[in-house]
């Protein structure tokens, strides 16, 4: 009877130590559930508090383009979609070999509306660097001090590449602020004279440039008040050239040159991508000139405005879509005379 007290007790013992390490191992597991959602939480803070202060830390200027650039390829996708869309609804007519090669034209459609997608993306990064450039070689350039009496001072001359085109601030006889640019094309203003009591007016000076000339803005007629834009203010080649707001900036203004248009903001020409070979959604961008068939355009007027179309081609300077929203993608397509067609100088 002793024996089996004994062996009972025993047992007992066993299922008391087996149900307490079971107790320890959830309370372990549930301690290290507790810790991993800490700090999952703690990481997700941080990430989230790097990202608006990210945010916070970006100037209007790329902000702004960064908007842009999102519309614009956005805009690109809706149309490649629509296109793609057409293509396949076609491919679903047809039966037999017909379907088969409809079906490969569409996979190589695909593929080429992937391919312009990303050369996009790329001209984004591209055109986000320069501006993130140009604004810090902006926030670097100092103007003149007034010297002649008072609290003469001047604004800042204008940054590389940009027009400029500075007022001064000269107090009683201050020396003018003298604005200066060193980018191609780029054009510079004379700072005002400075207004002194106790001295001679401050003197202003040209800012240097490497043309003066004014160009004219290129308007869309299918919109109220949307100009030919280089985005971003970009000056390097491949930037994309969008609608936007006109503002008279020198990223809008154009000059006609032996059948070229050219860029007063960095003097290069208005360019048809020639990777994509002229054919229809061609991306329209500015590219050093080189007097190259996709770099001529030829006008036809008509009562709502100008057709221009590349010599290349023989397609017309299209707002795609057709799109008057800022940041809609110019691009060639076959000449049709709607309003995304028009142009108004």
Not at 43 to 56: D, W
Not at 154 to 172: C, E, K, L, V
Request: aromatic content about 4%.
């Amino acid at each position: 009877m002793a024996k089996t007290a004994k062996k009972t007790s025993a047992k007992r013992n066993t299922r008391s130590n087996t149900r307490s390490g079971s107790l320890r191992t959830k309370k372990i597991a549930t301690n290290q559930r507790r810790k991993q959602k800490w700090l999952f939480v703690i990481a997700f803070s941080v990430a989230s508090a790097l990202f608006i202060v990210t945010s916070l830390a970006q100037s209007p200027g790329v902000s702004s383009l960064k908007a842009a650039q999102k519309l614009e390829l956005r805009a690109l996708k809706d149309k490649h979609k629509a296109v793609e869309d057409l293509k396949d609804d076609q491919c679903d007519a047809m039966s037999g070999k017909q379907e088969d090669v409809c079906e490969d034209e569409l996979k190589l459609l695909k593929d080429n509306n992937e391919a312009e997608e990303d050369a996009m993306k790329d001209r984004h990064k591209v055109a986000l660097k320069a501006l993130k450039a140009s604004e810090a070689s902006s926030s670097n350039n100092t103007g003149s001090t007034g010297n002649n009496s008072t609290g003469g001072t001047s604004n800042p001359g204008g940054s590389a590449g940009q027009a400029g085109q500075q007022a001064s601030n000269g107090g009683a006889g201050g020396a003018g602020g003298s604005g200066s640019c060193t980018g191609s094309g780029c054009s510079g203003a004379n700072g005002a004279n400075g207004t002194g009591n106790n001295g001679n007016n401050g003197a202003s000076n040209p800012g240097s440039s490497a043309s003066s000339s004014q160009g004219f803005r290129i308007r869309t007629a299918g919109a109220g008040n949307r100009c030919l834009d280089v985005s971003g203010w970009g000056t390097a080649n491949g930037t994309q050239v969008i609608l936007w707001d006109c503002h008279g900036g020198t990223n809008q203004q154009w000059i006609a040159s032996d059948g070229t248009l050219r860029s007063v903001h960095s003097g290069k020409c208005l360019d048809v991508d020639a990777a994509f070979g002229g054919r229809n959604m061609s991306p329209v961008e500015i590219y050093d000139c080189h007097g190259g068939a996709n770099q001529k355009w030829g006008g036809s007027n008509g009562s709502t405005g100008t057709l221009l179309a590349s010599h290349a081609s023989g397609r017309c300077l299209d707002a795609a879509g057709p799109g008057t929203a800022n940041g809609t993608q110019i691009i060639v397509w076959d000449c049709h005379g709607g309003l995304n067609q028009r142009w108004i100088p």
